[in-house]
């Protein structure tokens, strides 16, 4: 049996392995020349100091822990190099055709036919399961602002920022607030002669080391995920949970006695969140000067916003995200998806994000707004699993529900910053229709340091390798065992 896996990035090399794991045989089309997606080098996605916001053990395929990591955050290289030694280790180069763009996807007699461009050679082929590998993050998007044009300074997007050594001396307005905008405003202000950065709302600016229990500070991933925390917030209902988010994201960054533009005034709302070690200090000492409002017009060198106020500026840079793109499909598939590319909040609706009910023998992979790499393989091993028969295929019926609670989700008001902001409830529910999920209930009676290990340490994708198909329980207690001791945790070295 054959599949089609449209993506070369972490998404892409996942569903690789799980096809070859389930014993399809894949064929990966990359339209570029590495692997990588966001993390090859000279993409534009990354620039030279960036690290991720996650730690390196969030940034992980369950069965394929890092091997000696230089630092908790890893650098894009670093990213980049586990990548390629994945993708090595489970041979998937040898089903990968890079320089290969995908120009149509079309149904052909029970089966898919994929056509792609290849070298300037077209090639069409049938394949009996396609995955959808090739990532949201497609066109940059930058807001139409009348005059625009007229701008005398440099303007450009996030994606094509490398580093500051262009704006010494400089002012510069920096647009969204965001992970790339926060990071990208606070390293710019060290060299400019002034950043102003302009927020829609004010966001909690969260250091990449946080306290935890013990008041040992840790990756803050490995202190917010974990079955035990996420268990107390949802027994509180949905505003308390939001109020208690805000308060301790105010405790770790005491942000509110920073600037009247950092503060958060709707406590009861969905908590958003950035990342960045430097820029509440860069605040702090002036560095960065902030404007909470909107650019409603430019003309040549001047700024205008709709606070009634304006700026001059050397440059520009729009940190506001991007639009997915899916040019493959033709109108009739992009209409069963609910494709909305101006949506950068839910472009797609899909069960599990993963299944359309109209689109059998296809899934989709790290196709949703944060997506994580233990959500994509659970997402891979979940569709491949359904193609192989080693767990039930969802009914008809249940992949319809599961998209109408995707379009709730878009539709809410107001919204999150994630379509699935609770990364460990994700993850488990997908476990769960995937056949991975741990036996917490029994563990609880059965073992009770290994049930401790699940549910009060922190989350990992290793978790997943405990039971069900391709399972590896050894290996996956050894990796746990070894996050609990990295963290010299009062609590956790009683475990």
């Known amino acids: 049996m054959t599949v089609a896996i449209i993506g070369a990035g972490p998404a892409g090399l996942v569903a690789a392995k799980t096809a070859l794991e389930c014993g399809l045989h894949p064929t990966v089309l990359e339209k570029s020349d590495r692997i990588g997606g966001l993390w090859k080098p000279g993409t534009g996605f990354v620039w030279d100091s960036m690290h991720t916001n996650l730690s390196y053990h969030s940034c992980m395929f369950s069965d394929a822990p890092w091997d000696n990591p230089s630092g908790d955050f890893p650098t894009q290289k ?57 990532g949201i993050f497609s066109k940059a998007h930058v807001p139409s602002i009348p005059g625009l044009e007229t701008f005398t300074g440099q303007a450009i997007h996030s994606r094509d920022y490398k580093n500051p050594d262009c704006f010494q001396g400089k002012k510069v307005v920096v647009v969204g607030n965001a992970f790339s905008g926060t ?28 306290p935890d229990s013990s008041s040992v500070k840790q990756p803050l991933d490995l202190v917010f995920f974990s079955r035990v925390a996420t268990e107390a917030l949802k027994k509180l209902p949905e505003e308390e949970e939001n109020r208690q988010t805000h308060q301790w994201f105010q405790h770790l960054t005491k942000q509110n006695e920073v600037a009247k533009e950092l503060i958060v005034t709707t406590p009861e709302e969905p908590q958003f969140s950035a990342i960045s070690d430097t820029y509440i200090d860069q605040v702090k000492v002036s560095k960065i000067d902030l404007k909470q409002a909107k650019i409603i017009r430019v003309f040549q060198n001047t700024i205008f916003f709709n606070d009634g106020t304006q700026t001059d500026a050397d440059a520009l840079i729009f940190a506001t995200g991007y639009e997915a793109e899916l040019p493959f499909f033709d109108a009739e598939i992009l209409q069963k998806l609910d494709f909305c590319p101006q949506d950068r ?80 409830e994700f993850s488990d529910m997908l476990a769960k229709e995937a056949g991975v999920l741990p036996d917490l209930e029994g563990l609880k009676e059965s073992n009770t340091d290994l049930y401790k290990l699940l549910h009060e340490g922190p989350f990992n994708a290793s978790h997943y390798r405990l039971n069900g198909p391709f399972s590896n329980p050894e290996e996956s207690v050894k990796y746990m065992r070894k996050m609990h001791l990295s963290l010299k945790s009062k609590n956790l070295r009683n475990l």
Not at 187 to 201: M, R, Y
Not at 345 to 354: G, H, I, V, Y
Request: net charge positive.
């Open 183 to 210: 990071e990208i405003a606070a390293e710019v202000s060290t060299v400019t002669a002034q950043t102003l950065h302009c927020i829609s709302k004010a966001m909690w600016v969260l250091p990449r080391y946080v």
């Open 78 to 134: 670093e990213v980049y190099n586990y990548l390629e030694l994945y993708a090595s280790k489970n041979g998937i180069f040898n089903y990968t055709h890079f320089n290969s763009e995908v120009q149509k996807v079309s149904k052909a007699s029970g089966q898919w036919r994929v056509e792609w461009l290849e070298n300037k050679d077209i090639i069409q082929k049938d394949f009996d399961y396609v995955m959808v590998c090739s």
């Open 345 to 424: 909040f839910q472009p797609l609706l899909l069960d599990k994000c993963t299944f359309n009910p109209d689109l059998p023998n296809m899934a989709f992979c790290g196709m949703q707004r944060g997506p994580y790499f233990c959500t994509m393989e659970l997402q891979a091993r979940l569709a491949f699993h359904v193609f192989t028969n080693r767990v039930k295929a969802p009914s008809l019926s249940q992949m319809n529900a599961g998209i109408e609670i995707e379009r709730k989700i878009r539709i809410q008001t107001p919204r999150p910053q994630f379509p699935h902001g609770n990364y460990v």
